[in-house]
């Protein structure tokens, strides 16, 4: 599995925007992009998915870089309750035969009043 | 919907005890999982079930018994608990969307082993 590289933590102030960055120079064609986040004491929240363009939810945004090498989930408007890990996940296709994501170690995102 | 529900919340194991944890999904997903969490650590995939009866090992399996009677439940045995099975414990299940399963996972159950 192609491996994603994520700063350790960052720091953003309420109501900002964040950029969170996520390096997947080994990616291949059939990688999609998949990010998730975990509240403190919770499991994992799926946050959204791309392939090549960008993607738009009402959670976030994934800006995918145009070689697909990097991708930035961006936060519109951070608030204190969008502290948590961001994990930035690659998952090859396999005509969905299975379903296993690798997480790394992500990014802790704290968010200051 | 209650979503993926997992009991108990807390759990204390001698080493040897055996003990199943509990995971149920109301969303009717046919693929649902089994993920540890070891602290300062992303999650490992442990087992996983593509439906009923259908069950495949993750990354760390040894250890570990899954079963798949029904597609609302997918319980987790430790047969003999041993102080390297001390987590947490989350169980996800998944829909398939726009070409790629999302996962919804449990609240968790964490599991200490003395």
């Known amino acids: 599995d192609a491996k994603t590289t994520q700063p350790n933590s960052m720091e953003s102030n309420e109501e900002e925007p964040v950029h969170l960055p996520c390096n997947h120079s080994?990616?291949?064609?059939?990688?999609?992009i998949h990010w998730y986040r975990q509240l403190p004491s919770q499991g994992p929240e799926y946050v959204i998915h791309g392939l090549t363009s960008n993607v738009n939810n009402r959670m976030a945004s994934l800006a995918i870089a145009e070689d697909r090498k990097s991708s930035t989930l961006i936060l519109h408007r951070a608030t204190l309750r969008d502290a948590a890990v961001y994990y930035c996940i690659l998952r090859p296709w396999d005509g969905g035969a299975t379903n296993k994501l690798i997480f790394g170690t992500g990014t802790l995102l704290a968010v200051q009043p | 919907n209650a979503g993926v529900t997992q009991t108990p919340k807390f759990q204390v194991l001698k080493t040897g005890q055996s003990m199943t944890l509990q995971c149920a999904q109301d969303m009717n997903h046919e693929y649902m999982s089994w993920y540890r969490q070891d602290p300062g650590m992303g999650l490992r995939l442990i087992h996983y079930s593509v439906g009923a009866g259908i069950t495949d090992q993750g990354e760390v399996p040894n250890g570990y018994n899954v079963s798949r009677s029904t597609t609302e439940d997918f319980p987790l045995r430790l047969l003999s608990a041993a102080p390297s099975q001390t987590s947490v414990y989350f169980c996800a299940s998944s829909v398939l969307a726009g070409g790629q399963y999302e996962q919804y996972f449990g609240p968790g159950t964490r599991l200490t082993v003395t």
């Open positions: 080994t990616i291949s064609g059939t990688d999609y």
